[in-house]
C-alpha cells in the first residue's frame, strides 16, 4: 500500500514559520524527484517546490522563492518544507507527492502517487 502522509501544517501569523513533512511508504522512491504543491481555497492545484533523489537539484514557484526550501532524507523516506516569512496567500492545503521521472518538474501531471494534504493557514 502505498502511503504519503504529510503532517506539520497549522495556524500561524504573518511572518511565521513552519515546517512541513511528509512521510513515504509502500512504494520504491529511488531514483524519483519530490514535489510540493499547494491548493487555495477556490483555486486550481499550483507547484511549490521540487527536489530530485539526490536532493542536489531543486526549484521553487517565483512566489515562494528565498521564503521555502525543499529538502528530503532518503534514509528517513521523507521530504520536508521549510515555509519562512510566511504570508496570507500561503494559505492552502499543501501536498507532497511523487515524480514520475528524475527531474524536478513542475507539472502536475508528471506526479503520480499524492499525500492527502495538510493545511496551513496563515493570519495577517
Not at 515546517?19 to 511508504?25: E, I, P, V
Amino acid at each position: 500500500q502505498v502511503q504519503l502522509v504529510e503532517s506539520g501544517g497549522g495556524l500561524v501569523q504573518a511572518g511565521d514559520s513552519l515546517r512541513l513533512s511528509c512521510a513515504h511508504s509502500g512504494l520504491t522512491f529511488s531514483g524519483n524527484a519530490m514535489g510540493w504543491f499547494r491548493q487555495a481555497p477556490g483555486k486550481g492545484r499550483e507547484f511549490v517546490a521540487a527536489i530530485t533523489w539526490s536532493g542536489v537539484f531543486t526549484s521553487y514557484a517565483d512566489s515562494v522563492k528565498g521564503r521555502f526550501t525543499i529538502s528530503r532524507d532518503n534514509a528517513e523516506n521523507t521530504v520536508y518544507l521549510q515555509m519562512n516569512s510566511l504570508k496570507a496567500e500561503d494559505t492552502a492545503v499543501y501536498y507532497c507527492a511523487r515524480s514520475k521521472g528524475r527531474s524536478q518538474s513542475s507539472r502536475i501531471d508528471e506526479y503520480d502517487y499524492w499525500g492527502q494534504g495538510t493545511q496551513v493557514t496563515v493570519s495577517s
